[in-house]
């Protein structure tokens, strides 16, 4: 059949003869609407390196992200190409530190990109990372500051503690293996029982219970783990975000009055920060109440503290899982680390359980959580910020206004230039090992995994006290651990945050 004999074709020929139109005015509506768009948007970056198709399509960086390989194909390009890439239409990476700092100073003209709004967890208001306008983000931020440094949280220090002892007692309860009695236990998964634990008692003065029933309540892992790797990608389609949280499709997204799921979970955090405002609440000393005290409403101190569990467990349980999955295969790590824990028990300068101020004056363990959180940075989303209008120079390029710059996480933290030939390698010496002017560079470059300046990560002081206390108290102190597969120890993929899935390990406690 001829192409003209087509039906369709009829029925074009049709519709063109009832418009008044012609093929040829047709064709070139087609292309003013949608060629030349495309011919431009190319052109604008057409001087940035990058894959082919990403100059013209999303489709390369969607398809990455659910292949949960971006981080690392990230790196590639940039060994390949150098330390600005182009990924998508309007989208560039880089790899380059000071670019990052640059952007993300306190006076930067820079601004979040259209990233940000697939992340907002409430389809009818922004929360502290979602949230892209810069007076609304400083206010909201200001408020909120005091209460994750501690200073007015006086309880933070043993309510992580109190964690701590729930996890010892779960593992003593039901993992602890002997030569007559095996009891294998999923790390992964009990790192972020812990995590998850940690950050509720933080968030609202009670935890959800993941430690105390040993198991995922309200299916919250099992959702989250699905649905994470989806926003990622929504991240990279910003408009589809927008459809999806606009208010037609909206009642398709999780409600507190789900009874399993996300929106279970919003509910239960939605009733406990809502008792806080009860007429006869009475204020308390902790992340909470500072946050009331300085004058967060009842909208936004619900919204926060579902984003507080949501950002802060699964970034700080991947750096555990990380740091136990190097130290277990690498047994001088292991050793060492073990040796410096004995030695200062013996010595009585550090308590029971450790006191974050002693942890700190462990320098073996300082520089083996350092080398955790460099080896594979727990968030390896690229976190696009957007270039001001008027433009900017980035690695000796001109980038016109609009334009998305995010981060290359891995070529960063394993870049040979920062970190030495063995970047690749985890080696937690070389923190000792380097000159003054080495180490600073170092630790300037590790630290942006916290981000920096006016959007650095309010919650890391809480992260690293985490690190302190379950890497001495749990880890190494009490048990010996062993993973019990070690020719596939975990199956580690990247949805924004990294996944471990089956990490299965064997605990026996220390001299049995």
Known sequence: MALTDHPAAALIARALEATGATAATVLVAVVALFVLPTIIQW????????PKL????????????IRGTLPQVLKELNDKHGPLVRIGPNDLVTSDPDVLRKMMAVRSPYTRGPWYEAWRLNPTRDNLFSMRDEVSHTALRNKMVAGYSGKENLSMESTIETEIARLIDLI?????????DYRPMDFGEKAQYFTLDVISDLAFGEPLGYLEKDEDV????????ASIPAMLTLGSIPTLANIIQSRFLRWLLPKETDKIGFGAFIGVTNHAVAARFAPNAVPQQDMLGSFIRHGLNLEEAQGEAVLQIVAGSDTSASTIRAFMLNICT????????????DEAVAKG??????????????PYLQAVIREAIRILPPAGGAFFKQVPPGGDVICGKFIPGGTQIGSSPLAIHHSKNTFGEDAETFRPERWLEADEDQLEKMKATADLVFHYGKWQCPGKTVALMEFNKIFVEVLLRRYEWSIINPFNAARVNNAGVWMFDDFWVRVTRRGQ
């Open 172 to 180: 003593e309860r039901k993992y602890i293996s002997t030569p007559k």
């Open 349 to 362: 300068i550090i308590s029971s359980p450790i006191k974050d101020a002693e942890a700190r004056q462990l």
């Open 54 to 65: 990403a100059a013209i399509s999303k489709y390369w960086q969607v398809r990455e992200s």
């Open 330 to 341: 690498h047994p001088p790590v292991y050793q060492k680390l073990q040796q410096e824990i």
């Open 218 to 225: 309200y299916d919250y892992i099992k959702i989250t783990t």
């Open 43 to 50: 052109y604008r970056l057409s001087h940035v390196p990058g």
